[in-house]
Structures are given as structure tokens and as C-alpha cells.
């Protein structure tokens, strides 16, 4: 996924990699069938494991239009909107991954919603906090960028 999403401002970094978690990672493929043929190779090789998203198999949640219209607190968005993708193919696993969370600008604002600091309020109650290790995995959307001017430059 790291590899075909970008956020839209580095601002969002930190709340993406929070909410991508373990997907942030995953490899997407076309079907069912590809994944399998994917985890198969990696065992034969003894390779480590990998996450597939395959695009015929995941269930992907549609997105809750009404939440684009939230006033209050300000700024609210669906982080599906803050995240840049392509190929255009992959969106249903963009939806899969992003689940219809919220990026608002403090962890007050943030109930059902990630905060840029990374801070995570579920419908279940659980919170869970931002921490160095999370701010040192949003870095990669910057060095993936750096990487990719780098490459227009040769």
C-alpha cells in the first residue's frame, strides 16, 4: 500500500500510518487466486510473511457520504479523502484499509477519529495513543517522496 498511496500534506503522516497499521505493508493483488499463488511462492522460498489484499476478495466498506459533512469540530475529514492513490484500481482496498475513519486536528475533537498526533478513539472505547515508533513509521511517506525526486533528478 505505502507503495501506491500518498497523503495529500505530510501533516496527515502520522494519522495514516495509525489507521493503515499492518496494511500500510500489504501487498495488493487482483484476486484470490494471485494471493494464494503469492503465499504459496513465500513458503516454498522460506521467505517471512506477508499481508495480501486481494481486490476481488476483501470486503470493503462504501463510504459514509454523510461523514464528509461534519461542522463540528472543524476539519474533520475522512482520511480516505487526505490519501492519494493509484492505480485508480486499487480503491477498494484503500476503503478496506482507511474503513471509514476521521483525521481531525486535536485529540479532543477526536472521538470515533484519529488525530494528527495519532491518537485513535474506537467506537469500542478503546484509545490508543501516538508514540515514536508510529512517528518513525510515518516518516517512510516522507522518505518514499524524497526517493521518488530523487529519481526524477537522474
Request: hydrophobic share 40%; charged share 30%.
Amino acid at each position: 500500500m505505502i507503495n501506491m498511496c500518498q497523503p495529500i500534506h505530510k501533516r496527515y503522516n502520522v494519522a495514516i500510518t495509525k489507521v493503515l497499521g499492518k496494511y500500510m505493508e500489504a501487498i495488493v493483488v487482483d484476486t484470490e487466486k494471485t494471493a494464494r499463488q503469492c503465499i504459496q511462492y513465500l513458503k516454498e522460498q522460506m521467505l517471512e510473511p506477508e499481508t495480501f489484499l486481494p481486490l476481488d476478495y476483501i470486503q470493503a466498506k462504501p463510504l459514509k457520504e454523510r461523514l464528509r459533512n461534519i461542522k463540528d469540530p472543524k476539519n474533520v475529514k475522512l482520511l480516505f479523502d487526505v490519501l492519494h492513490y493509484s492505480p485508480m484500481d486499487i480503491k477498494r482496498a484503500v476503503l478496506f484499509a482507511t474503513n471509514n475513519a476521521l483525521v481531525c486536528e486535536t485529540p479532543e475533537d477526536a472521538m470515533k477519529a484519529v488525530a494528527l498526533d495519532g491518537t485513535f478513539y474506537q467506537k469500542s472505547g478503546i484509545i490508543s495513543g501516538g508514540s515514536l515508533d508510529l512517528a518513525r513509521k510515518a516518516k517512510r511517506w516522507d522518505e518514499k517522496h524524497m526517493s521518488q525526486l530523487k529519481a526524477l533528478k537522474v
